[in-house]
C-alpha cells in the first residue's frame, strides 16, 4: 500500500488495519489507532483517528498523504469494498475492536 486509496481496496476492518498499519508505519511508530466504521448512502466506511510517536512524524505523514488533523488526532475516512448497505437502513456507525495493546 502506497496511498490512502490504496487502502479502499480493503473489505473490511481485519483486512483494512494490518494494511494501515504497514503504510503509516512508513513514517514512524503508531502509537494509537482506532477505528470506527459507518454506513452513509450505501457504501461502509472506516473513520481512522491515528497518533504517532511524535509530532515530526505526524507532520510527515499528513504531508505525504494528505491527512488532516481533528482534535489533536489524525484523522481520514476510507470507503471499503464491502458488500454495500442496505438503503434503507440509515447510517449507522460502531468502533471496531483494536488489536493494539495502550
Known sequence: MKTLGDLSACA????????????????????????????????????????????????????????????GELVFVIDLQAREVEEDAGPSSQWADSDLQW
Open 12 to 71: 473490511d476492518i481485519a483486512t483494512l488495519r494490518p494494511a494501515l498499519l504497514e503504510l503509516c508505519g512508513r513514517f514512524g511508530v503508531v502509537q494509537r489507532l482506532d477505528v470506527l466504521t459507518a454506513s452513509h448512502e450505501g457504501t461502509q466506511q472506516a473513520i481512522c483517528f491515528l497518533r504517532m510517536g511524535s509530532d515530526a512524524e505526524e507532520q510527515a505523514l499528513m504531508r505525504a498523504l494528505g491527512v488532516g488533523r481533528f482534535g
